[in-house]
């Protein structure tokens, strides 16, 4: 049977048509770059969407209201059994002004499926969407203005349970909110990204469990972890799977290598979603959709399942090429190394420590899509309120 929450028979479906809009009397400056950098927590815009759900009445209309904290018991159900999820996506200030999202209608779905994963209201796909653009038009040309082109904002919709009752149980109120903050670029880092593989008594993801969704839990058991990796020089832990070490994720991110088989052909290869273990990346679906699209004829792509054994042979063979990370936080992020149980792995990278070749193909074209370079689909217009 199913745990998901629903709402009595006549309650209300989120009805992004009625958004309510309340705009701050008191904005707040824009930060400079250095400031961003320097902040001890996320800056975020004037600006934030907000909706309440009971099970009762189903979701209010949606409000854009001026950005600020909310009030909680102490006994909300998100602080003690993890009703929470949320997505992560980025608004684009195109070389041609406009701000576009990048397939958030893909993002919105996966939002939907996590909700249901951990018990959470249903929210349809579409009705999310046209939030997440309100506030962009609200907020996107203050705090993302014309002369900033080629940076991006940091927009988050997240779902909480907030009933007021200790229990494992579905949550009977919740609320949705969408914020637009800043976040750091970090897809090159000096030297490629380092990963060191993760340790033989810890796994982030299993069968099973719920590694495919985008929840809280994914994420804050796998800190102590990262945490030793920083510690050592690395940036992010290669998670292994099972007792053939499966190579996973990056760290949040999706994982890839380019490699020449034994047969001789060239190979893009990934872990798949068939066994639910990994999350369904959107960045990771485009990488291997503009692969498969513009590279099928140099290269296999694959997604299959394959060990840190089958990495070390390859790397003893001269056959991997090269290998990047696929997310919204770090983008197209090349790997330089992977440590393992004191043994290494050095993955080629292009001149002056660039992307290689397939790497940077990818990464060019997405980009492209993503600041305007090049008109396509995914890269959907924010119409902006001056």
Same mark, same amino acid.
């Given at each position: 049977?199913?745990?998901?929450?629903?709402?009595?028979?006549?309650?209300?479906?989120?009805?992004?048509?009625?958004?309510?809009?309340?705009?701050?009397?008191?904005?707040?400056?824009?930060?400079?770059?250095?400031?961003?950098?320097?902040?001890?927590?996320?800056?975020?815009?004037?600006?934030?969407?907000?909706?309440?759900?009971?099970?009762?009445?189903?979701?209010?209309?949606?409000?854009?209201?001026?950005?600020?904290?909310?009030?909680?018991?102490?006994?909300?159900?998100?602080?003690?059994?993890?009703?929470?999820?949320?997505?992560?996506?980025?608004? =684009?200030?195109?070389?041609?002004?406009?701000?576009?999202? /990048?397939?958030?209608?893909?993002?919105?779905?996966?939002?939907?499926?996590?909700?249901?994963?951990? +018990?959470?209201?249903?929210?349809?796909?579409?009705?999310? %969407?046209?939030?997440?653009?309100?506030?962009?038009?609200?907020?996107?040309?203050?705090?993302?203005?014309?002369?900033?082109?080629?940076?991006?904002?940091?927009?988050?919709? *997240?779902?909480?349970?907030?009933?007021?009752?200790?229990?494992?149980?579905?949550?009977?109120?919740? $609320?949705?909110? $969408?914020?637009?903050?800043?976040?750091?670029?970090?897809?090159?880092?000096?030297?490629?990204?380092?990963?060191?593989?993760?340790?033989?008594?810890?796994? &982030?993801?299993?069968?099973?469990?719920?590694? =495919?969704?985008?929840?809280?839990?994914?994420?804050?058991?796998?800190?102590?972890?990262?945490?030793?990796?920083?510690?050592?020089? /690395?940036?992010?832990?290669?998670?292994?799977?099972?007792?053939?070490?499966? #190579?996973?994720?990056?760290?949040?991110?999706?994982?890839?290598?380019?490699?020449?088989?034994?047969?001789?052909?060239?190979?893009?290869?990934?872990?798949?979603?068939?066994?639910?273990?990994?999350?369904?990346?959107? *960045?990771? &679906?485009? #990488?291997?959709?503009?692969?498969?699209?513009?590279?099928?004829?140099?290269?296999?792509? *694959?997604?299959?399942?394959?060990?840190?054994?089958?990495?070390?042979?390859?790397? +003893?063979?001269?056959?991997?090429?090269?290998? /990047?990370?696929?997310?919204?936080?770090? /983008?197209?992020?090349?790997?330089?190394?992977?440590?393992? &149980?004191?043994?290494?792995?050095?993955?080629?990278?292009?001149?002056?420590?660039?992307?290689?070749?397939?790497?940077?193909?990818?990464?060019?074209?997405?980009?492209?899509?993503? =600041?305007?370079?090049? %008109?396509?689909?995914?890269?959907?217009?924010?119409?902006?309120?001056?």
């Amino acid at each position: 049977m199913s745990t998901t929450p629903t709402a009595s028979q006549g309650a209300s479906r989120l009805d992004a048509t009625k958004l309510n809009y309340s705009y701050t009397t008191t904005p707040r400056d824009v930060p400079s770059e250095a400031t961003i950098r320097g902040s001890d927590e996320t800056i975020c815009t004037d600006h934030m969407i907000v909706a309440s759900w009971t099970s009762k009445e189903g979701w209010s209309a949606p409000e854009l209201k001026p950005y600020g904290p909310f009030s909680l018991f102490p006994t909300a159900s998100c602080l003690h059994y993890a009703h929470e999820c949320f997505e992560g996506l980025k608004a =684009y200030r195109g070389y041609d002004g406009k701000v576009r999202l /990048f397939r958030p209608d893909r993002n919105a779905r996966r939002l939907q499926m996590s909700a249901e994963r951990v +018990a959470l209201p249903p929210v349809d796909a579409d009705a999310l %969407e046209k939030p997440m653009m309100a506030v962009l038009s609200v907020d996107a040309s203050k705090w993302l203005p014309r002369d900033r082109a080629g940076e991006f904002l940091y927009v988050r919709p *997240t779902i909480i349970g907030t009933n007021s009752q200790l229990g494992i149980q579905p949550p009977s109120r919740a $609320i949705l909110y $969408i914020i637009v903050g800043y976040m750091s670029r970090m897809d090159m880092p000096p030297g490629g990204k380092r990963l060191l593989t993760s340790p033989e008594d810890t796994v &982030r993801s299993w069968v099973g469990g719920f590694g =495919y969704a985008k929840v809280g839990a994914n994420y804050g058991p796998s800190v102590n972890a990262t945490r030793e990796a920083y510690a050592r020089g /690395f940036h992010q832990i290669l998670w292994l799977y099972g007792s053939q070490g499966e #190579c996973t994720e990056a760290g949040g991110s999706n994982f890839f290598v380019v490699w020449k088989r034994k047969d001789g052909r060239k190979e893009l290869v990934t872990a798949p979603l068939d066994d639910r273990l990994i999350l369904d990346g959107v *960045t990771r &679906r485009s #990488c291997l959709d503009l692969a498969r699209e513009r590279l099928g004829d140099q290269l296999e792509v *694959t997604e299959r399942k394959f060990t840190i054994d089958e990495l070390f042979e390859a790397a +003893a063979e001269n056959r991997i090429l090269e290998s /990047f990370a696929a997310g919204t936080a770090w /983008f197209i992020c090349p790997i330089s190394l992977i440590h393992h &149980r004191d043994q290494e792995i050095a993955i080629p990278m292009g001149p002056d420590d660039t992307p290689g070749e397939i790497t940077g193909k990818i990464k060019n074209w997405l980009g492209d899509i993503m =600041y305007g370079r090049t %008109e396509h689909e995914w890269g959907v217009v924010v119409p902006e309120k001056n």
